[in-house]
């Protein structure tokens, strides 16, 4: 492991949800777990557990009731909507169990929309994606639209997408859900082929044990806390 500060650190964390007229649900509490470079943790728990809110706050997409976020060093807790959205934009990358992938653009368009929305030119945006879509064999498939692409090659799409800004961490939510078996682990086995190239440090919910057993721990959440397990 690398002396550098850890990836990603959950300190203490709370999130609770609120609606008018009915009672709070509290869905994190005291949830904690430090994450070095490098580092792939499973994060493996039944639906409605709190996963997906357990990802979203380590993203910054959501701010926590109590305790911290800190990034790369950098705690989160007083940043403005602004900062938390440039910190995102430059360390983390997002896989969803869907691909969401934007239906009018093609492949490399999709996957070169990080970089210039950043504000990278053109050519060089596309230059990087095409890089990337070659890595994962679908260089061919770069001038296609996600309609005519199967399951399998739309989700390569969006894993290469979420790495397209050279981020630091990624955080995946199921992210082959959506596929049959072999498909599923196909892709799983490229994702973990580019995250380990790169160095990146990653946090994948997934159901799938064998795909947990892959990565180097795994942790659950119990009692609305994080807590290590074997798998």
């Known amino acids: 492991m690398s002396d550098a500060a850890p990836v990603l650190q959950l300190q203490s964390v709370v999130r609770t949800y609120r609606s008018t007229g009915v009672p ?13 470079p490098g580092e792939l943790v499973a994060l493996v728990a039944p639906s409605g557990s709190g996963k997906s809110t357990l990802l979203h706050v380590a993203g910054l997409l959501e701010r926590p009731d109590g305790g911290d976020v800190v990034m790369q060093g950098k705690s989160c807790g007083g940043m403005n909507d602004n900062e938390r959205t440039a910190l995102r934009r430059t360390t983390v990358g997002f896989v969803y169990q869907f691909h969401h992938l934007l239906p009018e653009f093609s492949a490399l368009e999709n996957v070169a929309m990080p970089r210039m929305i950043a504000g990278e030119s053109n050519a060089t945006a596309r230059k990087v994606a095409m890089h990337l879509l070659d890595s994962v064999g679908l260089a061919p498939r770069a001038d296609h639209r996600p309609a005519r692409l199967s399951g399998g090659e739309q989700q390569r799409v969006a894993i290469v997408r979420a790495l397209a ?34 160095g990146l440090s990653a946090l994948v919910a997934t159901h799938n044990p064998d795909l947990a057993r892959r990565m180097d721990r795994a942790v659950t959440i119990r009692d609305r806390g994080l807590h290590e397990i074997s798998v």
């Open 165 to 198: 800004n050279d981020p630091r961490l990624l955080l995946a939510d199921e992210p082959t859900g959506n596929l049959d078996v072999h498909t599923a682990d196909g892709v799983f086995d490229m994702m973990l082929r580019l995250v380990r190239e790169t």
């Open 24 to 36: 709070p649900v509290e869905v994190l509490n005291d949830a904690s777990i430090v994450i070095q």
